[in-house]
């Protein structure tokens, strides 16, 4: 069932320029940016967030701010360089974070 709803939003991730990695029941968005297009990465990601919690209203579905992240990964001096202002969804600060897990990969930001 989840590879069925699944197509659908990799198709609306791919209409931000965005990219998407699709896990068994879990789905991650990125993009790439320089420091200096930062705000026009944010727009297109939450933008892109946006028409998926549309999408996922219209099926009876929905979107769980509460558990959604937010990370930069650069080197510390192009880290530096950004705007680490929390971001906002659905009324939820996200705050960017410093370590986070992915398929029992550890990284953090230091």
Not at 12 to 26: K, L, P, Q
Not at 33 to 55: G, K, P
């Amino acid at each position: 069932m989840f590879v069925l709803y699944s197509a659908d939003v990799i198709k609306i991730v791919a209409s931000h320029g965005v990219c998407i990695h699709a896990y068994a029941d879990d789905m991650q968005t990125y993009a790439s940016c320089t420091a200096s297009d930062q705000q026009s990465a944010t727009s297109r990601l939450l933008a892109c967030v946006a028409d998926i919690e549309t999408w996922l209203s219209s099926n009876r579905l929905k979107l769980r701010a509460n558990k959604t992240e937010f990370i930069w990964l650069d080197t510390r001096q192009q880290l530096a360089k950004l705007n680490s202002e929390p971001l906002q969804l659905k009324g939820e600060l996200i705050m960017f974070l410093e370590k986070f897990v992915t398929l029992a990969l550890l990284s953090t930001a230091n």
